[in-house]
T-cell receptor
Framework: AQSVAQPEDQVNVAEGNPLTVKCTYS??????LFWYVQYPNRGLQFLLK??????LVKGSYGFEAEFNKSQTSFHLKKPSALVSDSALYFC????????????FGSGTQLTVLP | GAGVSQTPSNKVTEKGKYVELRCDPI?????LYWYRQSLGQGPEFLIY????????DSGLPNDRFFAVRPEGSVSTLKIQRTERGDSAVYLC???????????FGPGTRLTVL
């Protein structure tokens, strides 16, 4: 079985400061890892993914994430937060086996304060 | 280009009624997924189609839930004898052939009174 943990329900950061949203995962094989963002009353928007290769993945809107196999983590980061980054962020995982569905974390509400 | 579309955006029904939720994937996407998102939670997998066939329906909670994709494009999620616990946002996603990224629609908010 695969699972994802997002240990923080809420993250607050000042505009211009770096931000980190944490994610740890559990899969039986090698993971495919994803970050999605959800704005109010809208669907999930894809930000970035890790499949293989470089552990540092760069995605949309200046976000990046670092895959750490030994810590089974895939934390989302951005060097300088914007007020417009305020949204609900979801980490998701799938196994590289035959199952194609994503397993999502419970989400982290990011608030960037002006 | 056009993204994944879902209709209706909102559906209010009474307990015991039958509902259909529609998903129109991105053109050319062969894989289609249904998820359910309850308030304050992440999406939970329901069913996955590859072409016309359901490749994995292990997430359907019970036999009141059923989904079809007869021509390999549009999909309909069908819920019989709705219960108040079925109230949630139902999300649809699609992927192009050979790709891993799933692209989500805006969802249908189902409210069962």
């Amino acid at each position: 079985a695969q699972s994802v943990a997002q240990p923080e329900d809420q993250v607050n950061v000042a505009e211009g400061n770096p931000l980190t949203v944490k994610c740890t995962y559990s899969v039986s094989g090698n993971p495919y890892l994803f970050w999605y963002v959800q704005y109010p009353n809208r669907g999930l928007q894809f930000l970035l993914k890790y499949i293989t290769g470089d552990n540092l993945v760069k995605g949309s809107y200046g976000f990046e994430a670092e895959f750490n196999k030994s810590q089974t983590s895939f934390h989302l980061k951005k060097p300088s937060a914007l007020v417009s980054d305020s949204a609900l962020y979801f980490c998701a995982v799938r196994d590289t086996g035959s199952a194609r569905q994503l397993t999502f974390g419970s989400g982290t509400q990011l608030t960037v304060l002006p | 280009g056009a993204g994944v579309s879902q209709t209706p955006s909102n559906k209010v029904t009474e307990k015991g009624k039958y509902v259909e939720l529609r998903c129109d994937p991105i053109s050319g996407h062969t894989a289609l997924y249904w998820y359910r998102q309850s308030l304050g939670q992440g999406p939970e997998f329901l069913i996955y189609f590859q072409g016309t066939g359901a490749a994995d329906d292990s997430g359907l909670p019970n036999d009141r839930f059923f989904a079809v994709r007869p021509e390999g494009s549009v999909s309909t999620l069908k819920i019989q004898r709705t219960e108040r616990g079925d109230s949630a946002v139902y999300l649809c996603a699609s992927s192009p052939p050979g790709a891993d990224t799933q692209y989500f629609g805006p969802g249908t908010r189902l409210t069962v009174l």
